[in-house]
């Protein structure tokens, strides 16, 4: 149900499971767990691009699955599931594209909105389908959508429901860019590719920066800054790309 393949130092995760729309089951969001893992650990992964096979990006939640009385409960879902999956995502030390090929719907919504850049094919679209069921945003919707496009638009698309286009997304600040259905398989794949070649390791400080941005007060990110700042001062392609830059010649960044 999920695909895996590193190419170009980039790791393909493709969601595959496109007769139900890439829809969760419970072994599949597990596998993805495993998968971040993976990325993660493995020296030659220096970024990660997460797609859909077929005609969606994901529907989210298996909804068959929660109405079987041996499944879990509701207190099980989240905790075991997708709240690892987000933990993940945004600990990974590495970029993570989310490369939106169609429909994400309920938690494969969010899963996308919490990747480091989200872009999108134009036919595809961004539904927080929880309302329809009688549930509330998850997967750390609630807390990206105000961020992302400001507290008005967050509060009508959890509460409503709506479909949203990429191109309207992309306007709203929701994700990074829309390509046409024709260039994005290329141009996401070529998006991952260059990430993968440039510095890992201030790409991850980067990262985690931004991640504390969203909770630390301007001089709790300023100390943050210097110190993370420190770090990247001492990697290899910090020396690298200087040297290159004095040198005019293009650098070749090793991700160390
Ligand atoms: C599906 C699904 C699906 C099963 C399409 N499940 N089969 C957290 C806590 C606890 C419990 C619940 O979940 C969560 C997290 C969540 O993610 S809740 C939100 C769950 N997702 C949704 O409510 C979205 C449901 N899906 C849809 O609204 C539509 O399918 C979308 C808009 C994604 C696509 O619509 P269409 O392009 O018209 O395709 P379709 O509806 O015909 O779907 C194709 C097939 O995929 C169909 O199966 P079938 O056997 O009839 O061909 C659907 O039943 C199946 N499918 N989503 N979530």
Redesign the pocket.
């Known amino acids: 149900s999920i695909l895996f393949e590193i190419r170009d130092q980039v790791a393909f995760i493709t969601l595959n499971r496109p007769?139900?729309?890439n829809?969760?089951t419970r072994e599949m969001a597990l596998l993805l767990q495993s998968r971040l893992d993976e990325c993660a650990s493995l020296h030659e992964v220096r970024a990660v691009c997460l797609t859909g096979a077929g005609?969606?990006f994901s529907?989210?939640?298996?909804?068959?699955e929660?109405v079987d009385p041996e499944g879990p409960g509701?207190e099980k879902?989240?905790s075991e599931r997708?709240n690892p999956i987000i933990t993940r995502i945004r600990n990974l030390p590495k970029p993570v594209v989310a490369s939106v090929n169609g429909?994400a719907?309920?938690?494969?919504a969010n899963i996308a909105l919490c990747c480091d850049i989200v872009v999108a094919a134009r036919s595809a679209s961004f539904?927080q389908?929880?309302s329809?069921?009688g549930?509330i945003p998850?997967?750390g919707g609630t807390w990206w959508l105000p961020r992302l496009v400001g507290w008005q638009k967050a509060a009508g698309i959890a509460l409503l429901g709506d479909?949203i286009a990429a191109e309207n997304a992309e306007k709203m600040g929701m994700i990074y860019a829309v390509y046409s259905d024709q260039d994005f398989p290329e141009a996401s794949r070529a998006l991952a590719a260059t990430l993968a070649q440039m510095p890992t390791r201030a790409l991850a400080l980067t990262k985690h920066a931004l991640n504390y941005s969203a909770t630390n007060t301007l001089e709790a990110q300023l100390l943050l800054e210097d110190e993370l700042q420190q770090q990247a001062a001492q990697t290899k392609d910090y020396a690298e790309g200087v040297d290159a830059f004095l040198n005019k010649r293009a650098p070749r960044f090793k991700g160390e």
């Open positions: 007769e139900k729309m829809a969760f005609r969606a529907a989210g939640q298996d909804l068959s929660v509701m879902i989240l997708y429909v719907a309920g938690a494969g539904i389908a929880f329809k069921i549930l998850d997967s479909k």
